[in-house]
């Protein structure tokens, strides 16, 4: 009788090879050989070079733009479904294009939606991700979806830390809900910053919500992209007498200017997880990795094994 018993196999597209590697080493596999050939114009083709019939596959990219890390994950899913698959599991450390989850004026597109669609069509059963930009985006998949915290990486690192007069901060209104979980795992107090957006990535007015005189901040995000709030965050409690200004953000996009935002800021320490790869080194970056926690996840949804013990908020 042949063997029914679905075999995982992991593989990573390019842009995330590292973090795979990661995730395999911790998942007790080794990552699978998937090549990618490309055309002059640019144009790619994956392709695996072992056989996935009848197999689980966890497909491991973060889809940040540009567009070719999304296109990748796309063509591996489909790759992986026309070679008879059984399970495809797209495992996205960072979900791209979530800032556009609504229609926040006229004429305008909801890409996070358009991508969920497109994951699906392209193949994929479920859906690993982590510290999704908005909750509801997980209502945009019809399969399943298992949004992870990194607060399960980020809360024993703040606990080494052992700050006095530790208090949690909200960059934006929008992030209150995270920093109020934070505050009540850390029993802390929690302050919010007021801003106002003259356009995308470009602050024109910010204000504090709270006191930070004697206080060892920590900011908490799900993205830093340019750095221009957080800098400016920092910068404005240092100004009314907060004793540090730490911040933790999952997501660590880090575009433009922002590694010089940082150095020239009064921010002590920036701590962020590996779920995408940093353009440049700096001193006051701190990397801790999610490959053990993504490596747990996809263990236990292998051998269908509960995984809220991973939900720490």
Same mark, same amino acid.
Not at 27 to 38: D, K, Q
Not at 136 to 153: N, R, W
């Given at each position: 009788m042949p063997n029914l018993n679905t075999e995982a196999k992991i593989f990573a597209c390019a842009q995330s090879k590292v973090l795979g590697?990661? *995730?395999a080493a911790n /998942?007790?596999?080794?990552?699978?050989?998937?090549?990618? $050939? !490309?055309y002059s114009d640019g144009e790619f083709q994956p392709s695996y070079e072992e056989s996935i019939r009848g197999t689980r596959i966890f497909i491991?990219?973060?889809?940040?733009?540009g567009p070719e890390h999304l296109m990748e994950m796309l063509l591996m899913i489909d790759a992986a479904k026309r070679a008879s698959a059984r399970h495809i599991t797209a495992v996205l450390p960072y979900f791209g294009w979530a800032r556009q989850d609504r229609k926040d004026?006229?004429?305008?597109?909801?890409?996070?939606?358009?991508?969920?669609?497109?994951?699906?069509?392209?193949g994929a059963t479920r859906i690993i991700t982590m510290d999704?930009?908005?909750?509801? *985006?997980?209502?945009? /998949?019809?399969?399943?979806?298992?949004?992870?915290?990194? $607060? !399960?990486?980020?809360?024993p690192y703040l606990r080494s830390l052992n700050l006095d007069n530790l208090t949690i901060a909200s960059p934006d209104m929008g992030g209150s809900k995270r920093a109020y979980a934070y505050s009540k795992a850390l029993e802390s107090d929690v302050v919010i910053c007021y801003k106002q957006r003259a356009k995308a990535n470009v602050i024109s007015h910010m204000e504090l919500i709270g006191d930070v005189t004697g206080k060892n901040v920590v900011l908490v995000d799900d993205m830093v992209d340019t750095a221009g709030t957080l800098t400016k965050a920092a910068d404005l409690m240092m100004d009314r007498g907060a004793k540090s200004v730490r911040a933790i953000c999952t997501h660590p996009i880090l575009s433009g200017n922002a590694y010089e935002k940082?150095?020239? $800021?009064?921010?002590?320490?920036?701590?962020?997880?590996?779920?995408?790869?940093?353009?440049q080194e700096s001193k006051k970056i701190r990397v801790l990795s999610c490959?053990?926690?993504?490596?747990?996840?996809?263990?236990?949804?292998?051998?269908?094994?509960?995984?809220?013990?991973?939900?720490?908020?």
């Open positions: 590697e990661k *995730i /998942f007790g596999e080794s990552l699978g050989n998937v090549i990618t $050939s !490309t491991i990219g973060s889809t940040h733009p004026k006229p004429r305008v597109p909801i890409a996070a939606k358009l991508v969920a669609k497109m994951l699906e069509t392209a999704l930009h908005a909750d509801q *985006i997980q209502g945009f /998949f019809e399969k399943p979806v298992d949004h992870l915290f990194a $607060s !399960t990486i980020f809360l940082l150095e020239n $800021s009064k921010l002590e320490e920036l701590i962020v997880t590996d779920s995408i790869p940093l353009k490959a053990e926690l993504f490596a747990d996840v996809m263990y236990n949804v292998h051998y269908n094994k509960s995984i809220s013990s991973k939900f720490i908020m």
